[in-house]
């Protein structure tokens, strides 16, 4: 079936230091890949995505790169700010452009940055 | 563009009782999924809907029920509410059915006592 396997925080990091989440998929087909973020009392927002292997997504300073041959899709920031303090989620949808409409989720990974 | 509304944004509810949420998505999209997010399952898809027609279900008991209405809008229903119904349930609109990326709302914030 389809999962998806994030780090498990919560990752404390101090302001400009180097970010990295991992996220590893398991999928049927050719997913395509999500990263959310949750920040206190709100909703999801989409950070980026990627729809094919070897795409990168890449938003407010954030990056990841579609991996197919190690199943992959991790998150990463150069220098992080103490306004980036959220949960991240690791989505895939499992038929890029297909019927299906559901997301399939990790489980979240909290990020704190300190000043 | 105005974003995915959800109404109400907390409720509070006992046991037994029904609820009722509303999701208005984003003007133009016609494809609205919800999700169930608690700290123990994460996050979860209950239903997706489009053209007022349900498309696809998540692993749910039957007393998760939705609607869609002909402007788009969606509504889902919880009978007989169990303690363990207590969750943030997050609206989401796309503009196609299966359409991958979805634009997520504030969510309800449900609390069964």
């Known amino acids: 079936g389809n999962s998806v396997t994030q780090m498990e925080g919560p990752v404390t990091l101090s302001e400009e230091a180097f970010l990295t989440i991992n996220c590893t998929y398991t999928?049927?087909?050719?997913?395509?890949l999500f990263w959310y973020v949750q920040y206190p009392g709100e909703g999801l927002q989409l950070l980026l995505k990627?729809?094919?292997?070897?795409d990168k997504g890449s938003n407010k300073g954030f990056e990841a790169t579609y991996r197919k041959e190690t199943t992959s899709f991790h998150l990463e920031k150069g220098s992080v700010q103490v306004s980036d303090s959220a949960v991240y989620f690791c989505?895939?949808?499992?038929?890029?452009?297909?019927?299906?409409?559901?997301?399939?989720f990790g489980k979240g990974t909290k990020l704190s940055v300190k000043p | 563009k105005a974003g995915v509304t959800q109404t109400p944004r907390y409720l509070i509810k006992t046991r037994g009782q029904q609820v009722t949420l509303s999701c208005s998505p984003i003007s133009g999209h016609r494809s609205v999924s919800w999700y169930q997010q608690t700290p123990g399952q994460g996050l979860q898809f209950l239903f997706e809907y489009f053209s007022e027609t349900q498309r696809n279900k998540g692993n749910f008991p039957g007393r998760f029920s939705g609607r869609q209405f002909s402007n788009s809008r969606s509504e889902m229903n919880v009978s007989t509410l169990e303690l363990g119904d207590s969750a943030l349930y997050l609206c989401?609109?796309?503009?196609?059915?299966?359409?991958?990326?979805?634009?997520f709302g504030p969510g309800t914030r449900l609390l069964v006592l």
């Open positions: 989401a609109s796309s503009l196609e059915q299966g359409q991958e990326t979805q634009y």
């Open positions: 989505a895939l949808s499992p038929r890029r452009g297909g019927s299906q409409g559901n997301l399939i």
């Open positions: 999928a049927t087909g050719y997913p395509s």
């Open positions: 990627a729809t094919k292997a070897d």
